[in-house]
């Protein structure tokens, strides 16, 4: 079973481009979460997304960001205009549903987005 | 809504040391919570998941209490080695479904 996978790990956008993130959960979860991490600070909560639904969207701006999670394929976040502010590490986590408390999130290894 | 604090911000300390990292959280109402290890550049790896309903969870070295009732975890480490060097996230999870994370304790442990 592997685990959550994102791609690219790494990517270069001029400002102004469009940035799609890409994120397979693990096999059986349906429940995803995505993140942004600034350096030198914590994750911070953007989305969190069942299949073909958003549960809650509080951490996202309203503005230029999205995500989605189709009943086949990625969950995807798309930043459209980006600008150099969007400069991050954006992690994507899994899980079945949480609504356990012996259900664990399990976090891929993340997308490096650099906005030049 | 939920806020979590981890103390201290960062920890330095020679090789062998046992540590103690610190955990709060405002709302008890929880499902579980969850320590993390993030290496430079690197993503999360799960450490320990304690549920609402235990009091600890250990896993070889390491060894996670909470105290829901107070808001409080705590990760011990003992006998610290260079390899255990990285920053250590705890995470939340309540009625939200959405684990909230507190910033970290970023540790070195020098030979």
Known sequence: NAGVMQNPRHLVRRRGQEARLRCSPMKGHSHVYWYRQLPEEGLKFMVYLQKENIIDESGMPKERFSAEFPKEGPSILRIQQVVRGDSAAYFCASSPFPGHENTEAFFGQGTRLTVV | ?111
């Open chain 2, 1 to 111: 809504k939920q806020e979590v604090t981890q103390i201290p911000a960062a920890l330095s300390v020679p090789e062998g040391e046992n540590l103690v990292l610190n955990c709060s959280f405002t709302d008890s109402a929880i499902y579980n919570l969850q320590w993390f290890r993030q290496d430079p550049g690197k993503g999360l790896t799960s450490l320990l998941l304690i549920q609402s309903s235990q009091r600890e969870q250990t896993s070889g070295r390491l060894n996670a209490s909470l105290d829901k009732s107070s808001g409080r975890s705590t990760l011990y480490i003992a006998a610290s080695q260079p390899g255990d060097s990285a920053t250590y996230l705890c995470a939340v999870k309540g009625g939200s479904y959405i684990p909230t994370f507190g910033r970290g304790t970023s540790l070195i442990v020098h030979p």
